[in-house]
């Protein structure tokens, strides 16, 4: 009868454990979860960024530097007509 009790007690401790192990592993599941909703949240802003300065390096890149080039073709031609040989001297 003593092997008997003590292997209800046996049982016993080991249900607790697997409940605790149970407990830890839904703890788990629900830290998981979260981890992959702010990884997925932090993606989507990555991407967005990235589209950000892709258009900054590219189209705000061109749109700034078509002004400064005509004002390089300006100085350019004002340069020019400097040259030129001026015919009423």
């Not at 702010?38 to 705000?60: A, C, H, N, P, Y």
């Amino acid at each position: 009868m003593s092997c008997l009790i003590h292997q209800a007690a046996r049982n016993f401790t080991m249900n607790e454990r697997a409940s605790e192990v149970m407990t830890l592993v839904d703890d788990f599941r629900n830290q998981w979860k979260k981890y992959v909703e702010q990884m997925d949240k932090l993606g989507r802003r990555i991407e967005s960024l990235t589209g950000d300065f892709q258009t900054l390096v590219t189209t705000r890149t061109r749109a700034l530097d078509r002004p400064l080039d005509k004002i390089e073709n300006i100085s350019l031609a004002d340069e020019s007509a400097d040259d030129a040989p001026k015919l009423l001297e």
